[in-house]
């Protein structure tokens, strides 16, 4: 072997190496440090949702082994509408949080978390369930308060979040009527 094919070679190697690591530095400082989830979970091991808000409590099951979601109705249970539905359980398998405010909450009704607003429980194939309380908005409005049952910490979510995820509870994702598809494509 040639030795300046060698030379070239080994040069060529220390080019893309450092570029790398240039690469993999700079994205790490790019990352946003300190900002937890409320909790972290596999989306597709989630089993079980239940969200409560403004008085109503609406229950979404998957069947053991299946992908469909139901909603559980009195009256037995509904295949949620897949145009409304997709995405819901991958916003609740790790809700980013925006700030951690207090490691211990003085006053919870003071961020009207006593009672919450909204009560969220999220159960995984395991039977773990994960359960968080969203209280007030923030002054700014931009913001809502937030507790993960059993943790003492205080923290804000983004409103638009929270506002989709009340709507569950508000606005279930049901199958349109025949009617209405009709309506909804004129």
Known sequence: MNIRL????????????????WFQFNAEKERVPNQPWLYRLDDGSIVHIEVSH???TVNYDKKPGGT????QDPDGETAVFLEKWSGTPLLLSGPRVNRLLRDTIDDPAKYGLDPPLSA???????????????GGRTPDGEN??????????????????????????LEPPYPPEEGDEEADAG
């Open 54 to 56: 403004a008085g109503k």
């Open 144 to 169: 809502q308060y937030t507790r993960l049952v059993g943790n003492p910490k205080l923290f804000t979510v983004p409103q638009i979040w929270a506002e989709v995820i009340n709507r569950l509870a």
């Open 6 to 21: 060698t030379i070239l070679l080994v040069f060529v190697l220390i080019l893309f190496g450092g570029a790398f690591l």
């Open 68 to 71: 469909t979601w139901y909603i």
């Open 120 to 134: 969220i429980k999220v159960t995984e194939r395991s039977g773990l369930v994960y359960e968080f309380h969203m």
